[in-house]
């Protein structure tokens, strides 16, 4: 057999929390895998001014091994519902809207693609890919709980969703712990609308499909990795086998970006080792303007030093920066933080506003925790940098990202509120919670652990390591089927 590159087409759907990933995927794939890969960026209305997007583009353009296609942007807020214009559908709906560019660019590609990999957007995009010959995956970058949700998710009854949704019974799932009801998604909470409907059928489009990559790694997750491998392997749920392919994570950039990023990082440099709490909620997440002067006195109160991504404040939409993350004028901070904040804390913390250098962040010796809203980027941003955490989930997945951090892997504290509290964490609780993490011995036993993890996922990355030969295996079956493909158009 003659050993010919495999061209491979990732799509990253809206969102730097999805495109990250993609991109680290797709790196990997070129520089230990010998795949070619065509990276399309699949953008909306909103987030083509965005300024964020256009840097990380920047970045990976220096990359000469992706090609990068970024798709014309697409308006689908005609086809959602304006008292419920769920992130989910708007980024499913842009997915589909933008798949005619996307296959008249592969059909006139020179190097024809042997194999689609999708996130779970963009699941409308295998029909595509069976009518032009190419094997398909979908990339989970999460992880194995959570994928497992997805995977059991067309299997689940209506009754057992009613059961969860009406009575705040645990949803099973096969060979993994079950989603309690306060970790439960936004949509299983009304599981019997149009939205949960088209997230089953999202996820029942990858039954068939040839394979699933996850991005997490066996020893952060043995029983929840099993349970998915598991259910690939019996053919329970999914055909296609499951490949634990993680951790692939940002690891920061050697050279410094722009200015606001240079005066991060050198104010980092002067202070000591690991006394810095770094706080922020990912590219959409906010909050209502009470709990943000909360966050504000409770970092005052924990007198520890502290980054803070400060993002304007909205009252009912936890994920409202998520398609616009533009850079913004940091003097309208003042607006909304307390009276004489800034003033006060000018010595021993940086307010950032709208986004900040976080790979970098987190990789300065200085950081010694990280108050997150517990996307899984961020959540292995953390665990790649030996970093504990503040657990403060927001939407999505993000509360089972939290349990799982605190519960089992012992590496976060939660930041919760009670009902006496009125809908937000106060103060002391949030002071509380960040000394924990930064002074107390259980933030001490937190570090070793997250350490622990740290070298973990290294090692499943390692040649020989479990996510290396797992993308060894995917790579190799996407050669057979070229292969055999190739066999089959020359007979
Ligand atoms: N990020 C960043 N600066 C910020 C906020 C986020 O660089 O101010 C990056 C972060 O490092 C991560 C990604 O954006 O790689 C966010 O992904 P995650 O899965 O954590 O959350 P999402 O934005 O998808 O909710």
Redesign the pocket.
């Given at each position: 057999m003659v050993s010919q590159k495999i061209h491979s087409v990732l799509l990253a759907s809206p969102?730097?929390?999805?495109l990250?990933?993609t991109i680290e995927l797709g790196k990997r794939l070129t520089t230990h895998h010998n795949f070619d890969v065509t990276i399309f960026v699949v953008t909306t209305a909103t987030s083509d001014s965005d300024k964020?997007k256009s840097h990380i583009l920047q970045q990976i353009s220096n990359l000469n091994s992706l090609d990068i296609i970024v798709t014309p942007p697409v308006d689908v807020s005609d086809k959602l519902d304006p008292n419920n214009p769920s992130l989910g559908l708007q980024i499913v709906l842009t997915m589909i809207e933008s798949l005619p560019f996307i296959r008249s660019e592969i059909q006139s590609m020179k190097n024809p693609p042997s194999v689609l990999i999708v996130d779970i957007f963009g699941t409308a995009a295998f029909p595509m890919a069976r009518e032009l010959h190419m094997s398909s995956y979908v990339f989970f970058?999460t992880n194995a709980w959570f994928t497992a949700v997805n995977i059991n998710l067309p299997f689940i009854t209506d009754e057992a969703f009613s059961r969860h949704a009406k009575n705040h019974e645990p949803l099973s799932i096969l060979g993994c712990e079950p989603v309690r009801f306060e970790d439960t998604l936004e949509t299983f909470v009304a599981p019997w609308g149009p939205i949960h409907k088209r997230y089953v059928e999202v996820t029942r489009e990858i039954i068939a499909i040839d394979g699933i990559l996850v991005n997490t790694w066996h020893d952060l997750e043995p029983g929840a990795t099993k349970a998915v491998i598991e259910n690939g392997v019996l053919g329970r749920f999914v055909k296609g086998p499951v490949y634990p392919i993680g951790p692939l994570v940002?690891t920061g950039e050697p050279e410094k970006g722009g200015d606001s990023e240079n005066l991060i990082l050198s104010w980092l440099d002067q202070q000591p080792a690991e006394s810095v709490i770094y706080l922020?909620?990912?590219?959409?997440?906010t909050m209502s303007k009470g709990q943000m002067r909360e966050l504000a006195y409770g970092l005052e109160l924990s007198q520890q030093r502290f980054i803070w991504?400060v993002r304007r404040p909205t009252e009912d939409n936890a994920?409202a920066t998520?398609f616009n993350?533009a850079g913004a004028d940091g003097t309208i901070m003042v607006d909304y933080l307390p009276k004489g904040f800034l003033n006060r804390t000018k010595d021993v913390g940086l307010c950032?506003p709208?986004?900040?250098?976080?790979?970098e962040i987190?990789k300065h010796p200085s950081t010694g925790g990280f108050l997150?809203?517990?996307?899984?980027?961020?959540?292995l941003?953390s665990i790649h940098n030996g970093v504990p955490m503040v657990a403060w989930p927001l939407y999505?997945e993000?509360k089972m990202n939290a349990t799982m951090l605190s519960e089992e892997l012992g590496v976060a504290v939660k930041a919760t509120k009670t009902v006496a509290e009125g809908g937000v964490v106060c103060r002391e609780k949030i002071a509380e919670v960040i000394r924990k993490v930064m002074v107390d011995d259980e933030g001490v036993a937190m570090r070793v652990k997250v350490k622990e993890y740290k070298v973990s996922g290294e090692k499943a990355l390692s040649v020989f390591g479990s996510s290396h030969e797992s993308l060894c295996k995917m790579a190799k079956d996407c050669e057979l089927h070229l292969h055999h493909g190739s066999e089959a158009k020359g007979r």
């Open positions: 969102g730097i929390g999805h990250i990933p964020t970058a940002r922020s909620f990912g590219s959409g997440g991504v994920s998520f993350i950032v709208m986004w900040a250098p976080q790979a987190l997150t809203h517990c996307g899984w980027n961020s959540v941003e999505a993000q």
